[in-house]
């Protein structure tokens, strides 16, 4: 069984910065891609950004570019999505999914892509 939770989700102003973390722990799996998505209410999830370490590629959401950026401590399992000049729009629960093996251009986008899931961290950005 894989556990995946994200944290680091709140309140804050437009223009201020949050850093989300994906923790993933349980059956020991070498996870070499993750993406993280956000659903807004009433909207479908929407990719935010993918990484896969083993062909050293990133992707943005054209709406997140410039301004979110992920990173990873192996140490703890952990990945972080800093998040600067925060926008309302931002506001969404964001989930991060992990994957073994990374995935074609074509299907990062994607959800059904991605099998293991956490719960989600909300991010409200309000003033």
């Known amino acids: 069984q894989v556990h995946v939770e994200e944290s680091g989700g709140g309140l804050v102003q437009p223009g201020g910065s949050l850093r989300l973390s994906c923790r993933t722990s349980?059956?020991?799996?070498?996870?070499?891609?993750l993406a993280w998505f956000r659903q807004a209410p009433g909207k479908e999830r929407e990719f935010v950004i993918y990484?896969?370490?083993?062909?050293?590629?990133?992707f943005y959401a054209d709406s997140v570019k410039g301004r979110f950026t992920i990173s990873r401590d192996n140490a703890e399992n952990t990945v972080y999505l800093q998040m600067n000049n925060l926008k309302p729009e931002d506001t969404a629960i964001y989930y991060c999914?992990?994957?073994?093996?990374?995935?074609?251009?074509?299907?990062?986008?994607?959800?059904?892509?991605?099998?293991?899931w956490g719960q989600g961290t909300q991010v409200t950005v309000s003033a």
């Open positions: 999914a992990p994957r073994v093996f990374r995935l074609a251009v074509g299907s990062i986008r994607r959800a059904e892509h991605y099998d293991y």
């Open positions: 349980g059956r020991t799996l070498s996870f070499n891609a």
């Open positions: 990484i896969d370490w083993s062909g050293g590629r990133t």
